[in-house]
């Protein structure tokens, strides 16, 4: 349900719209049904979600159970099918996550096979870009059971994502109250990271960021990317349960600050969302401003591709949840990505915004000598611009 | 799940075989899992279908519920974006009726937008194509509560219908028996009428067919084609329990045969299915032949969209299921397509054939002259070749 990375912003707004046209209550605008109503002739109890936030929740005839389910495709953007395939499907499910849901009960994959590969190269690259994506299946405890195929010009894979879920098991993204704290789950900068990768081919671009970044720490941002991309959402969401967390959403297409501010416009509370503190993958900063600013990272509006969990959560557990993020971190597999407090929660009207100058929170790829000194992660963010 | 019909079969074939890859259990070659293993930790009831067939069950963690999901995408082949809608969201759905499902819980809708389209185009063209998806949908008696939407050098237009059902609600596709009659609920040809509907601008290939077909009879046709695909199989779904089918599948990309082949390759009993009438839109047969049978139309081959459920019921209920069929069809919104017999299932090795020299039922388009004088519909079919 999130969005794609591939196409600029107002193009992406413009999809938006369409889609938004297919609700069938759209009176409050802001993409959420109030409706109760359903086809079947009944009133069904229990909450409901339409277009515009992560995923749908459709109240079911059933039990008081409710059908969550999302959907999400898109062009590759790693050059390892593999990690590719993790990266689509971690991407998918992360939209569960966001509602703090941590099984899921069937996942659909989507792919076309470009009609330019050749037959050699399509039976290269399609079998280990499935095999990523059911492996990452695998390790959401879930696994793909159907899909659909088709030829086009380009790659696309994606993926459905579905689970039946009592109440208690999905947290509505509708609770925030004045004195939350914002809490971000991965680091910032993966279209930064994938771009500036690209460029180490092309002289006239690389020539532009060479001041500011060696090749090998363009690299070892991109593997940083990589591996964030592919680290599933699914510990953060078991750990908002855990803490209490009052509502959540996953970061992508439309980069952090477009993300909290249609969370902010979901909630129920008035409130505003202040962002304070920018974690960003190392150097992908400067980078950035070295090239004229054109994705505005510092803004908040860089496009991310399966970015971390956005949550709201009460003060007093904010920093225990971070502790307990960097605790399952440091398994090298299945990383959870860390955590970060970014901000907070007023009371105001329903949108976010960055102070005007944020900290950057400069965050070492993993396999770095600094990451290997800096095991202060969550520390010392925790006093910083909050108080 | 069912095929898309842009790509020649053997690139299909291909991607099947991909997908295949996908799935936990295949040691039984059929492309169903035995497998009542979960991701759960515990042996969940009821039965579970993978990959190859029309819909996925997944036995759910509640209440001897069943998740049942489908995803299909694909091009547009029609000019009328609204119809195109329709006949996107129609095939979508009707993987689930062929497991006599008669309910949705939730659509998406998976779209690209044409990078090829100007702005203008584009806001006339989508909106259209959205809102035939949303008519359908609600014929269906669902709605479409998310999607996703890429933007990508061609448009693709489809979806994902899923629904949790109690075990009564649908119909496992591995019922058939030795003596069970094949009913067919939509003519075939719609892919020849497409093709020829192309072809009145295209002198060199007009000019093939021009000794067999008048350009009237190609465009009333088309016309047959469009609704037919546009046409819901829900009426078709309903009297399957009505009439106590055995098992169905709809007809898509791999044509009548293909899909007769993959049902019989399920079956629980030694069966085989014969056909010995093959229904087809008026004037394609000729069409067809002319063509020098570059589309194996004759041979079952021939891609369908949306096509009709191919469905197995016991001897003594097919006759009753047709007449149901075509009471309903007489109404002319909501038409279900008629019925037709089309051939015996016999003990067998889990194959499909069609005999050598099958009856043609040529089937007039509703709005013509022979459509009107030809009311009989089911009447003959009955009598012949099945005794």
Redesign the interface.
């Given at each position: 349900?999130s969005s794609?990375t591939?196409?600029p912003p107002s193009?992406e707004e413009a999809?938006l719209k369409?889609?938004a046209?297919?609700?069938?209550n759209q009176a409050d605008g802001t993409g959420k049904?109030g409706d109760q109503d359903s086809?079947?002739g009944q009133q069904l109890a229990g909450p409901r979600?339409?277009?515009g936030l992560d995923?749908?929740v459709?109240p079911?005839?059933?039990?008081g159970?409710s059908?969550v389910?999302?959907?999400?495709?898109?062009?590759p953007l790693v050059e390892d099918p593999y990690m590719m395939g993790r990266i689509a499907c971690a991407n998918v499910l992360s939209d569960l996550y966001a509602m703090g849901i941590t099984?899921c009960?069937?996942m659909?994959?989507?792919?076309?096979?470009s009609q330019k590969m050749n037959e050699k190269d399509r039976e290269k690259v399609?079998?280990l870009m499935?095999?990523g994506f059911?492996d990452a299946a695998?390790e959401g405890?879930?696994?793909?059971?159907?899909?659909?195929?088709?030829?086009?010009?380009?790659i696309?894979v994606?993926g459905?994502a579905?689970v039946?879920c009592?109440p208690n098991e999905f947290i509505m993204p509708d609770g925030a109250v004045p004195g939350d704290v914002l809490v971000l789950t991965k680091p910032l900068g993966t279209q930064v990271a994938v771009n500036a990768h690209q460029w180490l081919d092309q002289p006239e671009r690389w020539n532009k960021i060479k001041l500011v970044v060696t090749r090998e720490e363009v690299k070892e941002a991109y593997q940083e990317a990589m591996f964030s991309m592919a680290t599933l959402n699914r510990t953060a969401a078991g750990l908002m349960h855990k803490f209490q967390a009052h509502a959540a959403t996953d970061v992508t297409g439309f980069g952090l600050l477009g993300h909290a501010n249609n969370l902010a416009m979901q909630q129920r509370s008035d409130v505003a969302f202040v962002i304070h503190n920018l974690p960003i993958i190392a150097k992908m900063t400067a980078i950035s401003k070295a090239h004229g600013n054109a994705f505005r990272l510092l803004q908040g509006l860089s496009a991310e591709t399966s970015g971390g969990l956005l949550v709201c959560l009460p003060r007093e557990q904010a920093a225990k949840f971070c502790a307990e993020m960097k605790n399952h971190t440091s398994g090298a597999q299945g990383a959870s990505g860390g955590a970060w407090i970014i901000g907070i929660v007023e009371k105001g009207d329903r949108r976010a915004r960055i102070i005007e100058k944020p900290r950057i929170i400069e965050v070492p790829p993993r396999g770095s000598l600094a990451a290997r000194q800096d095991n202060s992660a969550t520390g010392p963010e925790l006093s910083s611009n909050l108080s």
């Open positions: 349900m794609s591939s196409p193009v999809l369409l889609l046209g297919l609700e069938p049904s086809e079947f979600l339409g277009i995923s749908c459709i079911l005839r059933h039990g159970l059908l389910q999302t959907t999400d495709f898109f062009y099984e009960d069937n659909l994959m989507l792919l076309s096979v399609m079998p499935i095999r059911r695998e405890g879930t696994s793909v059971t159907g899909g659909q195929t088709v030829i086009n010009p380009w696309i994606g459905v579905s039946v009592q």
